[in-house]
């Protein structure tokens, strides 16, 4: 009897210490992934490794340098439509810069009024692999990519690494918004 017993607590033992630890980062993603599909799932996500970490110093640089690309880019095709005579062209590209110019300033602005809060982490990026069933399609292993907050948000998630960062500008407290502010302007004046 006594044998009995420690074997059983030996077999509880061990099927604890088999049992995985739910991810919260693993778990994001799913839910994220699987937001707006209707279907049962049943998603795993394996080998889920982090990659690096990005500071809201180092979003708001990569966003302002986009814009400053921009302005230049845009002030030489400014130029060059005003020689040629492109009056069209010219009023469309005169007013993308006006625009460009107020975000690059808005960019800046924000950056300076975040202070030292910029040297916090503002996401992480993970490599993961997932597989399994939504409805009765069998989802086959896939590698994909992933920036996900401190706080669990998942910005993005992408099958091409190149395109991880193209949404995280949204981590900048104000971006979105800011954005959506030159949607609504253009939405009005149509």
């Given amino acids: 009897m006594k044998r009995l017993f420690v074997l059983t607590c030996a077999l509880l033992a061990l099927a604890a210490c088999s049992q995985k630890k739910a991810d919260p980062v693993a778990d994001a993603i799913v839910a994220e992934m699987m937001k707006d599909v209707e279907q049962p ?3 795993q996500i394996t080998d889920l490794k982090l990659l690096d970490s990005t500071t809201f110093a180092t979003e708001f640089q ?3 340098s986009i814009y400053d690309t921009r302005l230049d880019q845009n002030a030489a095709r400014l130029e060059k439509y005003m020689q040629q005579g492109m009056q069209k062209n010219a009023t469309l590209m005169f007013e993308s810069l006006q625009k460009d110019t107020k975000i690059f300033n808005e960019l800046n602005a924000m950056k ?3 202070g030292d809060d910029t040297l916090k982490v503002a996401y ?3 490599s993961y692999t997932y597989s399994g069933k ?3 399609t069998r989802v086959p292993a896939q590698p ?3 920036t996900v907050t401190p706080d669990g948000r998942v910005i993005t998630f ?3 690494k190149r395109d991880l960062h193209k949404a995280t500008g949204l981590v900048i407290p ?3 918004e800011l954005l959506d502010s030159f949607k609504e302007s253009e939405s009005e004046t149509e």
């Fill in 124 to 126: 992480y990026d993970y």
């Fill in 62 to 64: 990569r966003r302002i």
């Fill in 112 to 114: 300076e009024m975040m």
């Fill in 134 to 136: 939504v409805g009765k």
């Fill in 144 to 146: 994909a990519f992933a």
């Fill in 41 to 43: 799932y049943s998603i």
């Fill in 158 to 160: 992408v099958s091409d």
């Fill in 174 to 176: 104000g971006y979105k």
